[in-house]
C-alpha cells in the first residue's frame, strides 16, 4: 500500500523550504561540535603520552594529568570522533530529507553518538566488553524506532506518523528520565550526567513540540522548536566532556568523598605524591582488577561509614572501621566492618594482593559459620576497601581483656571454633599462612555469657590457592 500523501498550502511549502535547510545545517554543526570535542580530548590524550615516553619533567606531567582525560577511553572517543565526522559529513553533502524516516535516521545517530558516552558510565570500569555492551544499548535505543516509523509511514497518514514519533519519543525519554534521577554512582560523574539528562530530557520535549506542531501544520511553530533543539545539541558536547572529566577525577583520587578521617587524607596525599608513571599503573591495575572481579565490587556510594568515624583496628597494611552496606542483594541496611587498605606503596603488586584476599574473602564455598564473610570490594581510587561482617575485636584483644577469667570449657569452644575455621580454609584448597589469634575475630550471637561467642577466622592477606598435583 503507497503511503498516504499530506496535502499543503503555498504558504506551508514556502516555510517547508526554508526550515527544513536550516535545521539540516544546524544538525551538521551539532555533529561538528561534538567531533571537535572529541577531537580535543584525543590530542590531549596523545600529547600526555608523548611527553610521557619522552621523560618529561614530573611537575608538568603532574599538572597534565589533572586535565587530561583517563586514557582508556581513547577507543571510546574514536568512536565519537568517527560516528560524528562521517554523518556531519553526510548531512553537508547528502540531499535534504524527503521523508519522515530518513529524518529519523539522521536524528538516531546523533543520539547514539552522545548516549554511547552516557551508557558506559553506567559499568564500574572500562574495558572492552563494557564498551561493547555500551555500544549494544546505544545502538538499540537509537535504531529500534527507525523500523517503526517506516511500517507506519507506509500505510498510515501522515498524522499517524506524528503520533507515532510522539509514542516513541515519550519512551526512549525514559532513558534521560531514569539518569536524571538515578544517576549511576559507582563511578564519580553522578552530576555531569545529571545535567546532561537534564539537557536531554528538555531536548527530547522540544522534538515532541514541533512533532505535534507538524502535525497540526503551525509550521513557524514547530521550526523554531527545531531551531531551539538543535541549539542544545550544539552545547552537548560541553556536556560530554564534563562526564569524561568527573570520569577522571574519580580515577585521580580528586573526588572529596571520602570520610573526614585522617586515614583517608593520608592516602589521598600519599597517591598524589607519585610519579605520573606510578599514578597510570596503579590505576590500570584497579581497573583490570574491577573488570576481573566484577561480579565482588560494591558500590562506593552503598557504603555509610560511621559518623564520627572511628578506627576501629589498625594493620600493617590497612585500617578498619564499621559502617552500614545498603542494597546488597536487596537485603536491609547491614552492620559491616570496613577495611581499608593503606599500603606503604600504591603498586600494582599491592592491588593484586587485595584482589586475591576479597576473591578468597568472597569466595561462596568459604561462606561458613566460623569465616568471616566478605561482602565484596568497595572501589573509589585510591582507595580499596574490603566490606565484610562485622565483629567485636580479634581474638587477641579478647584474650588480653578477660586473662584468667575464661574457664576451661569456653577456651576449649574458642579452639575449636579456629579448628574448624582452619579446617574449612583447607578442606576449600585455600592456605592462610598467618593463622595467629590476632587475624581470629570475635562475634557474639547473644547478649550472654562468652559462650554464645563465635570465633571467625579472617583476613586472608597472606593467603594462596593450594595447588594440586
Not at 7 to 29: F, H, K, N, S, W
Not at 71 to 88: A, E, N, Q, T
Not at 111 to 124: A, D, G, K, L, R
Not at 132 to 137: F, M, R, V
Request: overall charge neutral; some cysteine.
Amino acid at each position: 500500500m503507497a503511503p498516504i500523501l499530506e496535502v499543503y498550502t503555498l504558504d506551508e511549502l514556502e516555510q517547508i523550504q526554508v526550515g527544513v535547510p536550516r535545521a539540516m545545517l544546524l544538525l551538521m554543526i551539532s555533529y561538528f561540535a561534538v567531533f571537535l570535542m572529541a577531537l580535543g580530548v584525543y590530542l590531549g590524550i596523545a600529547w600526555y603520552e608523548r611527553k610521557r615516553q619522552k621523560g618529561a619533567d614530573e611537575l608538568d606531567l603532574e599538572d597534565a594529568r589533572e586535565s587530561i582525560i583517563m586514557p582508556f577511553h581513547k577507543p571510546l572517543i574514536l568512536l565519537v570522533m568517527g560516528v560524528s565526522l562521517s554523518m556531519g559529513i553526510t548531512v553537508g553533502l547528502a540531499p535534504v530529507p524527503t521523508s519522515l524516516t530518513e529524518g529519523e535516521l539522521l536524528y538516531a545517530m546523533r543520539n547514539f553518538s552522545v548516549n554511547v558516552v552516557v551508557w558506559t558510565m553506567q559499568y564500574p570500569a572500562v574495558s572492552r566488553s563494557t564498551t561493547l555492551k555500551a555500544i549494544a544499548w546505544a545502538t538499540l535505543f537509537s535504531l529500534v524506532p527507525i523500523p517503526i516509523i517506516y511500517a507506519v509511514e507506509q500505510h498510515r497518514p501522515l498524522g499517524d506518523v506524528y503520533l507515532t514519533l510522539l509514542f516513541v519519543r515519550a519512551a526512549t525519554a525514559g532513558h534521560y528520565v531514569y539518569n536524571l534521577l538515578w544517576p549511576p554512582t559507582s563511578r564519580g560523574a553522578a552530576s555531569s550526567i545529571r545535567w546532561y539528562s537534564g539537557l536531554g530530557l528538555l531536548y527530547t520535549l522540544l522534538v515532541m513540540a514541533y512533532h505535534m506542531a507538524f502535525k497540526y501544520h503551525y509550521f513557524a511553530i514547530g521550526y523554531n522548536c527545531v531551531y531551539a533543539a538543535s541549539s542544545f545539541l550544539v552545547f552537548s558536547p560541553l556536556f560530554l566532556y564534563n562526564i569524561f572529566r568527573e570520569d577522571t577525577k574519580f580515577w585521580r583520587g580528586a573526588h572529596a568523598v571520602f570520610p573526614p578521617s585522617r586515614e583517608f587524607r593520608q592516602i589521598v596525599a600519599r597517591f598524589k605524591n607519585l610519579t605520573a608513571d606510578e599514578v597510570d599503573a596503579y590505576d590500570e591495575a584497579v581497573r583490570r582488577m574491577i573488570v576481573d572481579a566484577a561480579t565482588v565490587i560494591l558500590n562506593f556510594a552503598s557504603l555509610e561509614f560511621k559518623v564520627p568515624h572511628s578506627v576501629e583496628g589498625v594493620g600493617r597494611t590497612a585500617t578498619v572501621a564499621s559502617g552500614l552496606l545498603h542494597g546488597y542483594e536487596n537485603m536491609e541496611p547491614q552492620r559491616v566492618a570496613i577495611k581499608t587498605f593503606n599500603p606503604e606503596l600504591f603498586l600494582a603488586d599491592e592491588v593484586a594482593k587485595v584482589a586475591l584476599e576479597t576473591s578468597i574473602a568472597t569466595l561462596p564455598t568459604m561462606r561458613n559459620k566460623y569465616i568471616v564473610h566478605g561482602f565484596g570490594l568497595a572501589v573509589h581510587p585510591p582507595a580499596l576497601c574490603l566490606v565484610s561482617d562485622l565483629c567485636e575485636m580479634s581474638l587477641a584483644s579478647h584474650l588480653r581483656a578477660k586473662g584468667l577469667g575464661l574457664s576451661l570449657r569456653v577456651r576449649l569452644t574458642y579452639m575449636l571454633h579456629c579448628a574448624k575455621g582452619v579446617g574449612w580454609t583447607h578442606a576449600n584448597m585455600v592456605l592462610h599462612r598467618d593463622v595467629r589469634p590476632a587475624n581470629f575475630f570475635v562475634q557474639t550471637l547473644f547478649e550472654t555469657q562468652d559462650l554464645q561467642k563465635i570465633i571467625k577466622l579472617s583476613d586472608f592477606g597472606d593467603a594462596i590457592f593450594e595447588v594440586t598435583e
